[in-house]
């Protein structure tokens, strides 16, 4: 599949050097470059790009501008470009892929892309299963029920398998082993019974790719898999612990009480 990408910058050898770092990534193809944000929203809305490469700050029209800008027709996804650090936070909350400090390193590049490339899979499977379901009403009204009260994705979509680079080694954990994720600014330090490994993700990214099934967030910091909840310990205020099969305890905030609702039912 191609990545029809957009780049945007005020400043030409900020672009040059993007499209030169892009090179070895044969499924993206540079479609357009815009040098201020009134072109950038106008070659997105008429040439519809898979992705944009959005500096933040530019004059007039800043790069969160632009997104509000494209909002009534189905965005692009974007990755917020910046000098500064203090962006980072607006970047994610604009629900950005990721954000990348200038000059961009090339690691973090290649990692922004496989994340693009994961995006782009879940919408296009999630845009067929639409288009099924559409077509079932019509010539099968009884499977299409059927399949509205299923989620067909269900064992497919979910990773199994997360790759984390720590201390300069790329580690495979396995899902299931994960007892819980507790946000540290932005990295997300993963627990399991015998380890912890450091994640550069949002809360909000990692939460997309883990079964809500299974991983549910229970403090505005904090990831728990249910599977390995093995008692529920009542607090003050309407909060408890949930203590796990390591022995660790993790604190339920009053807000996500109905959590732990599925383990006193």
């Known amino acids: ?50 992705l944009v490469f959005l500096d933040i700050q530019m004059p007039g029209f ?12 189905d965005p692009p996804l974007f990755v917020f470009v ?23 390193d090339e690691d973090k590049l290649a990692d922004t892309i496989e994340r693009v490339r994961q995006r782009l899979a879940e919408k296009k499977s999630t845009e067929e299963a639409e288009k099924l379901k559409s077509v079932l009403s019509e010539v099968a009204p009884e ?20 790759n984390v680079k720590d201390r300069g080694q790329i580690f495979r954990v396995e899902v299931g082993t994960i007892e819980h994720i507790e946000a540290a600014g932005d990295y997300m330090c993963i627990y399991t019974g015998d380890n912890s490994l450091i994640l550069r993700e949002t809360m909000k990214d990692l939460e997309r790719r883990l079964d809500p099934r299974k991983f549910q967030r229970v403090h505005r910091s904090t990831i728990v898999n249910l599977d390995q909840v093995r008692q529920v310990k009542p607090h003050t205020n309407g909060e408890c612990f949930l203590v796990l099969e390591s022995g660790a305890e993790v604190k339920v905030s009053r807000s996500y009480r109905d959590v732990v609702a599925r383990f006193v039912h």
């Open 143 to 162: 499977a299409a029920e059927n399949l509205a009260g299923e989620d067909p994705e269900a064992a497919s979509r979910f990773e199994k398998l997360i």
């Open 62 to 73: 800043d790069g969160f501008s632009v997104v509000q800008g494209v909002m009534e027709i």
């Open 1 to 50: 599949m191609t990545i029809r990408t957009i780049l945007v910058d005020d400043e030409k050898l900020a672009i040059q050097g993007l499209q030169l770092r892009l090179e070895p990534f044969e499924d993206v193809e540079i479609i357009d470059t815009c040098q201020n944000g009134r072109e950038a929203i106008r070659a997105i809305k008429t040439q519809k790009p898979d």
């Open 82 to 104: 910046t000098a500064f650090q203090e962006h980072a936070i607006r970047a994610f909350e604009a629900n950005a892929v990721n954000y990348l400090m200038k000059p961009v």
